[in-house]
């Protein structure tokens, strides 16, 4: 295993002056293959080595820091190169990401200054590119100071989560208009669960090409990793089959100790939504009897949010971050104006 050490002197703010061992580390490193305990440093399954072995195809690395030999703070992360340029991005199907902190024990205000200070450090042992870093972080990350203090913009996206309750309870806190759709949808649809991915993605893929649009995807990372959810329990594929038992809608979830996440959804070129929302019915169903948040995992704009409300959730922000050297933003621009030169449109 490649490792980079980084050893910082300061000590974390909030602690009391250390000795030179207890002194905070950062290193660079690839992920263990082992898998990783669910503690504080896994908030997510996106943080799980295995996740992230399977969405880059083991090219993730990762940057620790440690305090008196333990680790405290992990930031896992994907470099890769991009019109000659290095930069560092999400991996495939990882909607979420960002730092993982021990926060320790105290009152509020040490674990906040101790979430600060290894936050700092992490992005301190982050690699330097001569591209852009761009991160959407998770839900337990509440403010961007530590980034903001590193040179990063923030922008926010929002989500919409849906706390477990009765069945009763979540069906009565929908919109009539989605509680009818997703009625009607259930006298023509049956609802079933779909074990190989790869049917799953010829009917997405199909669908695409149905509608004239390109596929963004890396589709053997996509691949890998929903096998790998759907062998561990960690993932589930939900269909909506007509009366004749062909496919009409498919969505994607998986879940953590705290959530259920909507990941991917496809649907056949002449289907309307009531097949989506039927199956986004059932695995919100799902998570309540498992205790567990749904989250749908962003609202890229207003009809998704519209969308999402009607299923009674409450809007949550999610930060991202992001920073783009000069090159960067050059070569940006220029795509720009090449993009305006050839359109036809005017």
């Known amino acids: 295993?490649?490792?980079?050490?980084?050893?910082?002197?300061?000590?974390?703010?909030?602690?009391?002056?250390?000795?030179?061992?207890?002194?905070?580390?950062?290193?660079?490193?690839?992920?263990?293959k082992a898998e990783l305990k669910s503690d504080g440093l896994v908030p997510t399954i996106f943080h799980e080595s295995w996740w992230l072995d399977n969405a880059t195809g083991g090219r993730c690395e990762q940057v620790e820091?440690?305090?008196?030999?333990?680790?405290?703070?992990?930031?896992?992360?994907?470099?890769?190169?991009?019109?000659?340029?290095?930069?560092?991005?999400?991996?495939?199907?990882?909607?979420?990401?960002?730092?993982?902190?021990d926060y320790g024990s105290g009152?509020?205000?040490?674990?906040?200054?101790?979430?600060?200070?290894?936050?700092?450090?992490?992005?301190?042992?982050l690699p330097k590119v001569s591209g852009s870093v761009w991160i959407k972080l998770h839900a337990g990350i509440a403010d961007t100071i530590a980034f903001q203090e590193a040179g990063f913009r923030t922008d926010v996206q929002f989500t919409t989560e849906i706390a477990p309750d009765a069945e009763d309870a979540l069906w009565g806190r929908m919109r009539d208009k989605t509680r009818n759709v997703i009625r009607r949808a259930q006298e023509r649809f049956t609802v079933a669960e779909e074990a190989d991915p790869e049917r799953f993605l010829a009917f997405y893929l199909d669908n695409l090409r149905q509608r004239g649009l390109k596929n963004t995807y890396h589709m053997p990372s996509v691949k890998a990793v929903i096998g790998e959810c759907i062998g561990r329990g960690r993932g589930r594929i939900h269909v909506a089959l007509d009366e004749g038992g062909a496919y009409n809608s498919a969505i994607f979830t998986v879940w953590d100790r705290r959530a259920q996440y909507y990941l991917m959804s496809t649907r056949s070129h002449d289907a309307g939504n009531g097949a989506t929302s039927m199956l986004l019915w059932e695995s919100i169903k799902n998570a309540a009897a498992n205790d567990l948040v749904f989250d749908f995992d962003g609202a890229r704009h207003g009809a998704d949010a519209k969308f999402f409300a009607g299923f009674g959730g409450t809007f949550r922000p999610r930060y991202w971050v992001w920073k783009s050297s000069l090159a960067s933003r050059a070569m940006g621009l220029l795509g720009t104006l090449l993009r305006r030169g050839t359109r036809k449109d005017g």
């Not at 295993?1 to 602690?15: D, G, I, K, P, V």
């Not at 991996?91 to 730092?99: I, K, N, Y």
């Not at 009152?107 to 042992?125: E, K, P, V, Y």
């Open 107 to 125: 009152n509020s205000t040490t674990r906040q200054l101790r979430g600060l200070s290894i936050a700092g450090d992490l992005l301190a042992a």
């Open 65 to 101: 820091v440690e305090l008196g030999g333990v680790t405290v703070g992990r930031l896992p992360y994907l470099k890769f190169r991009d019109n000659g340029l290095t930069s560092i991005g999400m991996p495939t199907l990882t909607h979420f990401l960002g730092p993982a902190i």
């Open 1 to 32: 295993m490649r490792s980079f050490a980084l050893n910082r002197e300061r000590e974390l703010r909030q602690q009391p002056k250390a000795n030179a061992k207890d002194a905070p580390q950062a290193k660079r490193e690839k992920p263990a």
